[in-house]
């Protein structure tokens, strides 16, 4: 069932590039996107291959962003729920008429945006790939207000998959002498330190505070 929904989806969704059609434009001035942040672009099966890896039959997921469902419908085939917010009706209406009886019962698809609706309060671990993401911030601050314990992104690097631990308390930013940091409202950088130093060279320190936040 999965692969046939999904092989036709990856083919609906290239003929329909809705970020260039009449409208989007001010649909997305209406809900905050700006630059690319909602053109719905699906990745490669690495990319999902690795979202899936960090998921557990107990978990229950928001995927936030779902676009045309072909990664929600590989969540529902492995997670016990799988809640897929998409903003986008002319993408999203699409995809479930694609998919058509075949919907998973587990698999519960929203169209809103995510700033305007309650997270439900049993979601697990949450997903954002996103790699234009303007919002990372107040997703996470929803995400941490429901006990959320993880979340699977690529919004932070713009590269790549991490698993975020959100209940984790991040070092507070004053005290990183040096090396990469991540803060948990999306800000990544780095700190001049003494190339000499290894260890504080290549390692990343999960931060809060940093002087992005709020601003």
Known sequence: MERSAISRLAAETEKRRVQFQEGFESFAARHGLTNWEGWFSPYDDEVYTEVLRNIAEDDVVLEIGAGDLRLALRLAGRARKVYAVEVNPKVLGPALEAIGWELPRSLVAICANALDIPF????????????????????????????????????????????????????????????????????????????????????????????????
């Open 120 to 215: 439900p309060s049993d979601v697990t671990v949450a997903v954002l790939l996103m790699r234009h993401c303007q919002h990372f911030g107040d997703y996470v601050a929803k995400l941490r207000a429901i006990g959320c314990q993880r979340l699977i992104t690529n919004a932070r690097w713009k590269a790549g998959v991490e698993v975020i631990e959100l209940a984790a308390q991040g070092e507070d930013f004053s005290q990183v002498k040096g090396g990469w940091y991540a803060c948990k409202c999306g800000a990544v950088g780095f700190i001049p330190c003494d190339p000499s130093d290894g260890e504080v060279l290549f390692s990343i320190h999960e931060v809060e505070n940093c002087p992005h936040c709020g601003h």
